[in-house]
């Protein structure tokens, strides 16, 4: 299984673009990398999701490099409001019924005015 | 499109009773996706229905069990509580499967004295 590490926290100030870095070292062929935003007492909202090299919408960007070791979420021009916990999320592939999937610690981020 | 919903919201059950938690996915979503969230071990996997069949599942044990009607719409049962089992119990539907993008339902808190 395909296991995700990230920091515990990172601290902003609100303008600036943040970065948050996940590790999947064991990532599968067939893994997508997703990436989620909770807030306090609210189920986690999706926000990105990514295969490799770059994706981009209208909230975030995912980079992802050519080993497929790690991905970046980048956040451009913070809020206040940005501030939730992040999740990065490997899934397996479903492949006939073996579909599984592992979401990290993830990454308590605190904007600041 | 409505989005998930589940009840009740908030819950409190005895040690030793059962619990049954339901979750309505957004219309024409197959795909629901159990979670349980706690402050020490996070967001853990329970397991997954697709078409009202149990895709996958995850490490818990055999008290936890779910199931899909041919709506989609899904229940949760954990029977003979125990004090770890308090949690917020999250669903998430999709329309292509859990690897894909999800979404969450606000969640069911259920403490167990």
């Known amino acids: 299984l395909a296991k995700t590490t990230q920091p515990i926290s990172m601290d902003s100030y609100e303008g600036q673009e943040v970065n948050i870095t996940c590790s999947h070292n064991?990532?599968?062929?067939?893994?997508?990398i997703t990436w989620y935003q909770q807030f306090p007492s609210q189920g986690p909202r999706f926000i990105i999701q990514?295969?490799?090299t770059k994706v981009t919408n209208e909230v975030a960007s995912l980079f992802i490099p050519a080993d497929r070791k790690s991905s970046t979420l980048s956040l451009p021009r913070v809020s206040l409001s940005d501030t939730a916990v992040y999740y990065c999320?490997?899934?397996?592939?479903?492949?006939?019924?073996?579909?599984?999937?592992?979401f990290g610690q993830g990454t308590t981020l605190q904007v600041k005015p | 499109k409505a989005g998930v919903t589940q009840t009740p919201r908030y819950l409190i059950k005895t040690r030793g009773q059962q619990v049954t938690l339901s979750c309505s996915p957004i219309?024409?979503?197959?795909?629901v996706s159990w979670y349980q969230q706690t402050p020490g071990q996070g967001l853990q996997f329970l397991f997954e229905?697709?078409?009202?069949?149990?895709?996958n599942k995850g490490n818990f044990p055999g008290r936890f069990s779910g199931r899909q009607f041919s709506n989609s719409r899904s229940e949760m049962n954990v029977s003979t509580l125990e004090l770890g089992d308090s949690a917020l119990y999250l669903c998430?539907?999709?329309?292509?499967?859990?690897?894909?993008?999800?979404?969450f339902g606000p969640g069911t808190r259920l403490t167990v004295t």
């Open positions: 998430a539907s999709s329309e292509r499967g859990s690897e894909y993008e999800q979404y």
């Open positions: 064991n990532i599968a062929t067939n893994d997508y």
């Open positions: 990514g295969y490799k």
């Open positions: 999320l490997v899934g397996e592939a479903a492949s006939g019924n073996t579909g599984k999937l592992i």
């Open positions: 219309s024409g979503h197959r795909s």
């Open positions: 229905y697709f078409s009202e069949t149990q895709r």
